[in-house]
């Protein structure tokens, strides 16, 4: 017998699966036709996405912990893995010839920072149990992206395991934060704090910004 908590996880992140087509990147790195300075672009812009999410997941933890400890759970847990993400991001962004002066001198693409700006509006505003719901559709999209292009960055760029650690680790299913995620869920409906609607407007707006990202990344020499 399935709970409602995990059927909601399950039917908002079917409901807000993206259009393969909403995502015009991927699939160029999947073939191996994106160059690598496009790869180049897309450390620089993460860059900035990993630790904004990161201290925006922290700010959440901070928020939730007193009414909504279980979704403080799920956030720590998030904060920890961008932390741990932060520090992989940097060896692959070394294998794409970014150094220190190339990521000082970047000036980061709107397209492709709406949607830390975004997180960090649902970190100030949004109910915790809501920006649970909401993100957990989006990591599913983000976690195949990763995946594709792990996969692709071994097959087409003869990139080493630790240079795609910063993808394997997102592509990875993790049980742990899945089962936080359904605990913070219940808590939410079990106490009135989750709004169904409002969450998948949240979703929405996090796919269509993560489509945003990879728009933007495409558009770059």
């Known amino acids: 017998m399935t709970h409602p908590a995990r059927d909601l996880l399950q039917t908002t992140t079917a409901d807000l699966a993206p259009n393969p087509r909403s995502n015009p990147l991927v699939p160029r790195i999947a073939d191996g036709t994106a160059p690598r300075s496009t790869l180049a672009a897309l450390a620089l812009e993460q860059s900035w996405v990993i630790p904004a999410d990161r201290r925006a997941f922290e700010y959440l933890a901070e928020r939730s912990l007193v009414r909504d400890p279980e979704a403080a759970a799920f956030f720590r847990t ?14 692959f962004a070394q ?25 960090a509006w649902l970190a100030l505003n949004a109910s915790p149990a809501d920006v649970v719901l909401a993100l957990t559709a989006n990591f599913s999209a983000w976690g195949g992206y990763c995946a594709t292009i792990a996969r692709a960055l071994r097959t087409h760029y003869g990139f080493t395991d630790e240079v795609c650690a910063f993808f394997d680790f997102f592509a990875e299913p993790s049980p742990e934060l899945e089962s936080q995620a359904t605990a913070a869920v219940r808590a939410g409906l079990d106490a009135g704090r989750l709004d169904e609607r409002r969450a ?22």
């Open 200 to 221: 998948y407007r949240y979703g929405r707006l996090l796919q269509t910004y993560e489509a945003m990202f990879w728009n933007a990344l495409s558009e770059t020499p």
């Open 95 to 119: 294998a794409c010839g970014v150094d220190e002066t190339r990521t000082a001198e970047h000036e980061p693409l709107p397209g492709c920072q709406a949607y830390p700006a975004y997180v």
């Open 78 to 91: 998030l904060a920890e893995g961008e932390a741990l993400a932060e520090e992989q991001l940097s060896t």
